[in-house]
């Protein structure tokens, strides 16, 4: 039963996703290679995960009746994963690792999106296998029910963890009532209707869809604020919304006189879509109700039955856990940023000089981080410039940010000094004062000189170097000036660098999430904004910074970024 090995990649949510099913099953990647099994296949393959993982599924368990090798031409399952179609068959066999020869299996495959699976995040396609043993299957049945094969079953186990993988991979709201709608329509339901009470206690319809030959259509004329919530009413969608109960309904239930605005839009509802039968249940979080999904049919002539309501409650819950945690999640980021861009100062306006300042969250993190940027006046009339990033991508990072800028701009206004001088006394100060561990910064001056042109003084803090753009698109990094970055303890002496700008050049600080990819050196990263920088170079200043946001920063960037640009004066 030996067969080639395959790449191993894993991911926890899958792992936690194949355990959790009630019958035997493994995914694979999109060569077909095995990636995760859950005890069950093990015991009823006869093979531990260690001797499965890794594998061909179909070299390894592939079988005809008699035991041999089927060949790959001959394999719907293998054809149905490679193409990213579900598929399922009655009776086929798999090889055991035992001595019983081949085992008659019945199977159902799925798609998964691995999206979101932080384990799986390069792979283009996963297959989730589910099977039951066509030999138990026909055991457990009485002779008059074998009719009635195990496949609803393992389509709907297959519908549960897709549920599970595709709405717990995403953290945006909106988004995850999308995949709800795709999953349940034309599925289960020819109407799906999707109610969100918000953080006001406001009723929304969000969702009134319908699938028709193949397509999903929103009707929103159907959509948009609903009545408040009644307290009292027992008719369904009342009580889903106060997450009392799940509820098997008709029209006629929404026949009698409404005793709410609710149960009005109910009315309105059926009377538009043609609804004959619905399933409604609440979706809940550990922590509210947060609205309702109901399901509706009306081409479809048979009525929802006791097991499409308990089917419907358990995508519910999934999806009621998904829409709270995406909601935590947009409420935690919009704080955050609210935060930090309100921390972020207004740009001073110096005489000669232009100056624009980005900055962007991290796309993908939980919380904004420590990116910051700075330009204010000194008390001998230069210009002071920051830019630096504390670790970190939390509330704490943005906090720590704020000290460190604060105390920063305190230093530089009472002492004249030296940039060196001054990131030395902040330094040894943030150790005991402040809850930053480390950070990096570049610190400047601009001033002007007896001759009408702009100095640039600085030291660097562990950050990548400045980079300056001539008017005729001459790039190079300012290297000079560079030291450890601050927070280590070690109070070395700082370096000092200056250097005298050229007539309508531009210059750029900005953090590392501009030039860093994955995959990629940060050399190349560097070469990438030198390159863009002086194509650029005769641009707009604001155009500049804007096109080289678009054409530098990373497509898989995961950090925070600023860019601060400075142009000095052309001569006539």
Known sequence: MASERCPETTDATLTVVLAALGTAAYAVDEQGCIIAVNALAERVLALPAAELVGHDAHDLLHRDAHGQPLPRTQCAMRSAFLAGHA???????????????????????????????????????????????????????????????????????????????????????????????????????????????????????????????????????LQGPMPPVPERSLMPLSRALRGVASTLTSPQTYQQPPDSGIAAEQRRLFEATGIHSAAIAPLRSTRK????????????????????????????????????????????????????????????????????ARYLPAPDASQVGGDWY??????????ALAVGDVVGHDLDAAAGMAQLRNMLRAYAWSQQEPPSRIVNRLDQAIMHITDVAMATMIF???????????????????????????????????????????GTGTHQSRPDASALLPPGSSLLLYTDGLIEAHGHSLDEGLDRLRQHAAALAHRPLTAFADQLLRRVRPADNDDDVVLFTLRTPTRA
Request: glycine content about 6%; proline content about 7%; hydrophobic content about 40%.
């Open 87 to 221: 598929a399922q068959a009655d009776r086929e066999w798999f090889a055991r690792g035992d001595d019983r020869g081949p085992l008659p299996v019945s199977w159902l495959t799925t798609p998964l999106d691995p999206r979101g699976l932080s384990g799986l995040s390069g792979h283009e396609r996963v297959t989730l296998v589910l099977f039951h043993t066509a030999d138990e299957a026909e055991a457990s049945s009485a002779p008059s029910q074998r009719v009635a094969q195990p496949l609803p079953e393992l389509e709907r186990l297959a519908l549960l963890a897709e549920t599970t993988t595709r709405l717990t991979s995403t953290l945006d709201a909106d988004e995850a009532v999308r995949r709800l709608v795709a999953l349940v329509v034309p599925r289960l339901a020819d109407w799906v209707v999707v109610d969100l009470i918000s953080e006001r206690d406001e009723v929304w319809r969000t969702v009134v869809a319908h699938a028709e030959n193949g397509a999903v259509t929103h009707h929103e004329d």
């Open 289 to 356: 109700v947060l609205g309702a999904v109901t399901l509706g049919r009306s081409q479809t002539l048979q009525p929802f039955a006791p097991a499409d309501l308990a089917l419907l409650e358990d995508i519910a819950r999934r999806a009621g856990l998904a829409l709270d945690n995406a909601r935590l999640y947009q409420r935690q980021r919009a704080v955050a940023e609210t935060m930090q861009r309100h921390l972020l100062p207004q740009l001073p306006q110096v005489p000669g000089l232009q100056m624009t």
């Open 374 to 383: 700075d330009a204010f006046p000194l008390s001998d009339g230069a210009t």
């Open 444 to 486: 400047a001056r601009m001033e002007t000189t007896d001759d009408g042109r702009w100095r640039l003084s600085w030291t660097n803090a562990g950050h990548p170097p400045p980079l300056l753009v001539t008017h005729d698109g001459l790039a190079s990094y300012l290297t000079d000036g560079h030291g450890i970055l601050l």
